[in-house]
């Protein structure tokens, strides 16, 4: 039998999930005010960027139905950094975006709109 302090009541719970309704309210106002302050307009339109051409890579290397291990074989790098381009967490050089499109079969094309 389980002692009274061990016992999570249901005032318990609901306390809690009110207590989490109320930090997701705060974190939400947060991301809401971020996104739309004029000082950080040009810093989201990098990561905009960024996360669209991670998708774009991602893309490729899923329809030429390679793994990350195979490009990064094929590019003489590692696994941990093709993951990083994929996610947007580095700066990619057009050397290294001609490599990755070679390694997933692709031709490189660039274009400015």
């Not at 490729?60 to 990083?84: F, G, H, N, P």
């Amino acid at each position: 039998m389980r002692k009274r302090s061990e016992t999570v009541s249901e005032t318990e719970i609901m306390n809690f999930v009110a207590n989490q309704d109320e930090i997701y309210q705060r974190q939400s106002a947060a991301r809401h005010a971020r996104r739309n302050d004029p000082a950080n307009t040009a810093r989201l339109e990098k990561v905009r960027y960024r996360m669209a051409l991670s998708k774009v890579l991602y893309d490729a290397r899923k329809q030429a139905e390679l793994t990350q291990m195979e490009i990064a074989e094929r590019m003489q790098t590692t696994q941990a950094y093709i993951a990083k381009m994929e996610r947007g967490q580095i700066n990619i050089t057009l050397d290294t975006l001609d490599k990755y499109a070679k390694a997933c079969g692709k031709e490189l094309v660039i274009s400015l709109g």
